[in-house]
């Protein structure tokens, strides 16, 4: 997964004017992305199945000899490009387009599966650009019985071969050594052929010249996957490790939650103190502290969400998971590459959406597209946490369970099925077809997650995260408090009810009043168009503006105003039920909107996902409302 914070995953620039240039190409789950980050020190994308790598990144490396340019291209079986992200693959080596040539390919091959990888090194070769191979799982091999000369395999295929295993700086510094002299790399007399017949009989021949013994089985995985991957007790474990996970994000984060809640508070009321001007303190208090410190006080779930997945991925379950998953995909008429899009998605809507690039189908693509931005990402997971929390008391508990963490679990599982729901739509009313192509997925041993990985991948999520958060939701909630407080009232008029700000939440007011919304929940729904997360901004500031000693007491203390329901509180469960079920439906992301456009290539789409969940999102509020309206 892209496990960036509503970014847009994509090349990382860096200055490669004049130096010389590397692709690096290899099957995906070969270990490419990890020695693309050795040598470049950047943190590229990594995974355990297909679509992962969807556009090539560049770093540069250092070397004794200076920098040069390495490319990570996305993981290819092969080059006969059917799918988007193998087109970038073949248009780098035709250097099509924009693309300039490299000046060497530095072909990656898994050890433990060189008869299959052998098949995209002999597409290479026929290139007749500058090849050297890097062998990686050598350890791998050994440890699993297998056997293989490297010097006879260099000899046999023609070209250079550098054992590289994570973490050995001799072996990444003599592949480094081979870079600077890609010159004088040797090539073969003559190139293998790429005809499927001839291209197997060759790869024998390679690998009886190397003594290769394949590897045994993992006696260890084979025997733990008889389990997790069975069709009813593997998706029994699958939920039960998804419940656990949500409940964990309650359970430990709330308290970190606390103590950085606390911290803001007092530092909104220390800024508040110490700025003599009356107008600017409030505005730093309200508005920077009071605005951003509202949504960073979510960063323990969003940093602990990520802890979570990395762990999961990088012990390897997750690619079991999307094994599970292809069934389910098969019943919403897409297949296993979908359930990557989907996965992607829990951190972003925008990388799940850009992952759909692995997809040789243009009706899956789309049909993935339109189900994406369904699926419950992290910019959510703010908005529910408040809002659960306005719901049930942290010690309120269903059984042994946490009701906060069970709503939570609910939440997700709810974004599931609805993505899944409208990928099957979309894949029945789509007109767009395109070719079928066998999902290959690598199901690797399991193995203890690197603590170099998990921090990477957290340590990227997090970021992004608090870079949005001092971004675009700081440039919210400064244009929020203007018109929160503009113009001024009158010293009889509460201000909040004069500003602009009311203005525009009691002009949409007739749209939501069904929902039991009033103009200032509104507000909010208006201004979380820019990032979901705003809406937690927004309702802090609103609550600011009625009682600036206590804003969270103000917000749980919220009536309503007028109307039949005058003198009772604001937030009521049918309310907070209401605006989980909005939120859970609404595409309420313009950035997603954006990349939509620019994936399709029309206004068309983003304007369809755009009213089709609005729509969605209004029936289940409504319905939410009015269930939990008559029971409480």
Known sequence: MTGQHCEPAGPTAVQTRGLDRFALVGNPNSGKSTLFNSLSGLRAKTGNYPGVTVAKYEGRAKLDTGYVVVEDLPGTYSLNAISPDEHVVLDVLEANGENTAPDGIVVVLDATTLRRSLTLLAQVLSRGLPTIVALTFTDDLQRRGGRLDINALSTALGVSVVAVTPGDRGQLANLKQALGAWRSWPAPIIAPATETAECAAWADSVLASANYVEPDLDKRTAKIDSVLLHPL????????????????????????????????????????AHIKIDWLGEFVSEALIGGVGGVLVFLPQIALLFVLIAILEGSGYLARAAFLMDRVMAKAGLEGRAFVALLSSV????????????????????ATMMAAPLVTCSARLPVYVLLIGLLVGPEERFGPVNQRGLILFAMYLLGAVAAMGAAAVASKVSRTRGRLLPFYMEIPPYQVPRPSSVVSAVWTAVGAFVKKVTSIIMATTIVLWLLLNFPQASVDEPQLDQSYAASIGKAVEPVFEPLGFDWRINIGLVSSLAAREVFVATLGQVAAAENPEEPATALAQMKVIDGPGKGEPLFSPATIAALLMF?????????????????TGTWRWPAIAFGYMFALAWVAAFIAHSIVGALT
């Open 233 to 272: 007790w593997g998706t029994v474990v699958f939920f039960a490790v998804m419940f656990a996970f949500f409940q964990t994000i309650f359970v430990v984060a709330a308290p970190i939650q606390g103590w950085v809640e606390t911290f803001f508070a007092w530092l909104g009321e220390v800024s508040a």
């Open 347 to 366: 951190a972003c809507a925008i990388p799940g959406i850009m992952a759909t690039r692995s997809l040789p189908s243009a009706r899956d693509r789309l």
């Open 583 to 599: 939120f859970a439906f609404a595409l309420q992301c313009m950035s997603t909107v954006g990349v939509l456009r620019r994936e």
